[in-house]
């Protein structure tokens, strides 16, 4: 069984940075590219960042390049957000997602699998 | 960036109703469409991929269809447990980008 749980999460002043980490089980990790999608409270779902199962591309929204930056660790079976220059509009639920179909290089963008969520809430 | 808008953004309907859920996308996207379904406090879900293909352990009773700017989702014969909120999304070009969703909820 997949299962995707993220950490991280919490309470951070604007400007400050905060690294989430999502750790991973139930499928070769390594083939499967990953992405972050967040969801402000009470709102719709927005895609932030993918890296490729070889960690070889990683892609990034507008809202947030140049401020975060994607990685991962295939000998962990980890994912990881690194966040810097935090701002309000960054509250949200993170969310880890998997790919559907494994695929050494690139994203697909089909996301079968979800983590629960961690909240950063960025307020003063 | 691709612009998804789904209709309606909200809806009520009784257990036995077949329910159909729009998304047009501002441009032609092929089949690059999914839809996943949300419960509050839970993550998403997916439900379909690829504009109609289902997901393996959902329902038969969701079905998906639709190609180039117009998709729907369809639900043949609504259950207690499918009143969640609903959400496609394009994976044809970066960004990815979600439809508003469309929350279902008992008449």
């Known amino acids: 069984e997949v299962q995707l749980s993220e950490s991280g999460g919490r309470l951070v002043q604007p400007g400050e940075s905060l690294r989430l980490s999502c750790a991973a089980s139930g499928f070769i990790f390594s083939r499967h590219a990953m992405s972050w999608v967040r969801q402000a409270p009470g709102k719709g779902l927005e895609w932030i960042s993918a890296i490729s199962g070889n960690a070889g591309s990683a892609y990034d929204a507008d809202s947030v390049k140049g401020r975060f930056t994607i990685s991962r660790d295939n000998s962990k079976s980890r994912l990881y957000l690194q966040m810097k220059s935090l701002r309000a509009e960054d509250t949200a639920v993170y969310y880890c997602?998997?790919?559907?179909?494994?695929?050494?290089?690139?994203?697909?963008?089909?996301?079968?699998?979800w983590g629960q969520g961690t909240l950063v809430t960025v307020s003063s | 960036d691709i612009q998804m808008t789904q209709s309606p953004s909200s809806l009520s309907a009784s257990v036995g109703d077949r329910v159909t859920i729009t998304c047009r996308a501002s441009?032609?996207?092929?089949?690059?469409l999914n839809w996943y379904q949300q419960k509050p406090g839970k993550a998403p879900h997916l439900l379909v991929y690829?504009?109609?293909n289902l997901e393996s352990g959902v329902p038969s009773r969701f079905s998906g269809t639709g190609s180039g700017t117009d998709f729907t989702l369809t639900i043949a014969s609504l259950q207690p447990e499918d009143f969640a909120t609903y959400y496609c999304q394009q994976s044809y070009s970066r960004p990815v980008t979600f439809g508003q969703g469309t929350k279902l909820d008992i008449k």
């Open positions: 690829a504009a109609s």
């Open positions: 997602v998997k790919d559907r179909n494994p695929l050494l290089r690139g994203v697909t963008y089909n996301f079968d699998s």
């Open positions: 441009q032609d996207i092929s089949n690059y």
